[in-house]
């Protein structure tokens, strides 16, 4: 996790807030220059007076030792490297098919576990010079490289004509295409590509061979022992890890989408650029926020975490905002790229999306960490949930929850009482009736926009799914007797004997909605329904849990009043 405080900033698009930041690494804060714009957040490693300046902007002073050196920490993996000084040098980033992630100028050099999910990371300061074999040692030698579908060759690389220096090899992402040759090392010069010379290439040429080589790669490299410092050599803004790629493409990361089809150089500055689509900003969750000057920004794939700290809390308000509000902005798009990836085959629980979003959701029984995120997704028929945005068509059909909008209600929105900040936690929860029982479910949201956003189409998706699913029926037993007992959206409910030898079955009672006084259920397979008639109380044995029949006959109920205008 990476810590900073407070600026602003921006990449294409309107440039919306600019200012200082200051990031900690390694329990220490480092000054740089933050940009928001529509569509992305950039830190950018300054020289001081653009530093100090900015910093005056946001009325931040000086940290005190506050130095270049740092660590950074995905979440959930520990990470060390000492950065080094500023250098104009660009990297680039080969790990990842369709990884829309801008290389960090200066090519800083996380350690391993930054990258979860992909076993680590080699760099500077886990190749020692001292662990590499001398009989190596600035001789040439030709590596052949399969890249992979989904991990390109799973490098990245530094250096080039205009910084004079040779192209190297800065990264080796552990588990990938390189790594399994053994035969790597970080700060191997790359003297040529299939045939093609690098070794009087710019980045940017380096960067397009290694694009154009195909499958198969033939890697003539030479070990620069002497390279190893300038290898190191980086800012705390290329230790800010956003390794992993994120869905910002939109394939969402299909396997066959270009390695680099999105990689943007930069040759002046270290930088490192979060793209915020699908990016989840909050507050009060990863980081304790006791003086309420953090931000939050969760990576698409739920790895990497950001905080941003601002010299008070309405600066940091001020900045939740205005980034909070560009990632909003997005959403539509993802959903109509989401929907030209899936195509007609639709998703898990429906073919539409309604709409989708990220939500803070209650861990019950876990007091340490109160808050977990969560990517909810509303289609015409479910509420689904997932551990993060999924990056591959197939991931959309294996939610971590499925709750079926006809049997879910909202059973409360509003302030959470438990904030520790009162007044600035709004909540709902949703209960879903289920064969195992009652699901339920807590969710925060971060603006009081959201909570009506959120509310508001719950409530609509349960009343449209009931009118599109317009009757439901199940097996019972009455009196001791098989029976179906269907329950229509217009006609209400009737209860019929099951055929038996090709006979039509026969009705034993029929009732409209409004005829129903009372209705309860034992929990456990007893469903209870009075009408007020001579027959009395209709006791109706369901097999299984009778959760799902109460909770449908609610929203029928529901519905019908709404679409009555008796209810806003």
């Not at 030209?340 to 639709?346: A, E, I, N, Y």
Request: aromatic share 6%; hydrophobic share 40%.
């Amino acid at each position: 996790m990476a810590v900073a405080a407070a600026g602003g900033g921006g990449v294409g698009g309107r440039l919306l807030r600019s200012g200082a930041l200051e990031v900690l690494v390694r329990d220490r804060w480092h000054r740089v220059l933050v940009n928001l714009s529509d569509e992305a957040l950039v830190l950018s490693s300054e020289d001081g007076a653009n530093a100090s300046a900015a910093a005056a902007y946001n009325g931040i002073g000086a940290a005190a030792g506050s130095n270049a050196n740092g660590t950074f920490c995905a979440r959930g993996a520990a990470a060390a490297a000492p950065g080094g000084a500023h250098s104009g040098a660009a990297a680039c980033n080969l790990s990842g098919a369709g990884s829309p992630d801008s290389p960090s100028g200066g090519g800083g050099s996380p350690k391993p576990g930054l990258v979860s999910g992909l076993g680590g990371v080699r760099t500077a300061f886990t190749d020692l010079p001292e662990q590499v074999p001398e009989a190596i040692s600035n001789k040439k030698r030709c590596v052949k490289v399969l890249k992979q579908e989904m991990g390109g060759l799973g490098i990245s690389i530094k250096g080039g004509k205009e910084n004079k220096m040779p192209i190297l090899i800065s990264k080796i992402f552990k588990g990938l295409a390189a790594d399994q040759t053994q035969a790597l090392y970080v700060g191997d010069a790359i003297l040529a590509v299939n045939g093609t010379d690098l070794r009087d290439a710019t980045h940017d040429e380096a960067v397009q061979a290694l694009k154009r080589a195909g499958k198969e790669v033939l890697l003539e490299v030479k070990y620069m022992r002497e390279a190893t410092p300038y290898v190191k050599k980086g800012s705390p803004v290329s230790e800010i890890g956003w390794e992993t790629p994120p869905p910002e493409s939109p394939r969402l990361g299909n396997a066959s989408s270009d390695p680099l089809s999105q990689v943007s150089l930069s040759i002046h500055r270290d930088k490192k650029t979060i793209p915020l689509k699908m990016c989840f900003v909050t507050r009060n969750m990863a980081a304790s926020d006791l003086e309420n000057r953090l931000v939050e920004i969760h990576s698409p794939d739920a790895k990497h975490t950001l905080v941003l700290r601002s010299k008070d809390s309405a600066t940091a308000q001020a900045w939740f905002n205005a980034i909070h509000s560009c990632a909003s902005d997005l959403i539509p798009k993802v959903i109509s790229e989401v929907k030209d990836q899936l195509g007609k085959t639709g998703i898990a629980g429906g073919r539409e999306i309604r709409h989708l979003g990220w939500l803070a959701e209650k861990v019950l029984g876990e007091n340490e960490k109160r808050w977990k995120p969560v990517l909810v997704v509303l289609t015409e028929k479910d509420l689904l949930m997932y551990e993060n945005m999924p990056r591959i068509k197939d991931a959309w059909f294996t939610p971590l929850h499925s709750c079926p909008l006809l049997a879910t209600r909202l059973v409360h929105s509003g302030l959470t009482k438990s904030s520790p900040q009162p007044g600035t936690d709004v909540s709902f929860a949703t209960r879903t009736g289920m064969r195992q029982g009652i699901e339920t479910h807590l969710f925060r949201t971060e603006t009081s926009r959201d909570l009506s956003l959120w509310t508001r189409s719950i409530v609509q998706g349960c009343h449209n799914a009931a009118e599109l699913t317009t009757e439901i029926t199940t097996a019972c037993t009455y009196k001791n007797q098989a029976c179906c007992l269907t329950i229509h959206y217009d006609h209400g409910f009737s209860l019929a004997t099951e055929p038996q030898d090709g006979a039509f079955s026969k009705t034993i009672v029929q009732f409209p909605y409004e005829k129903l006084k009372m209705s309860s259920d034992d929990g456990i397979r007893m469903l209870y329904l009075d009408f007020g008639g001579k027959e009395g109380e209709i006791q109706l044995d369901l097999h299984s849990c009778p959760k799902p029949i109460v909770f449908i006959i609610h929203s029928f109920l529901s519905a019908k009043i709404a679409r009555l205008g008796l209810v806003a």
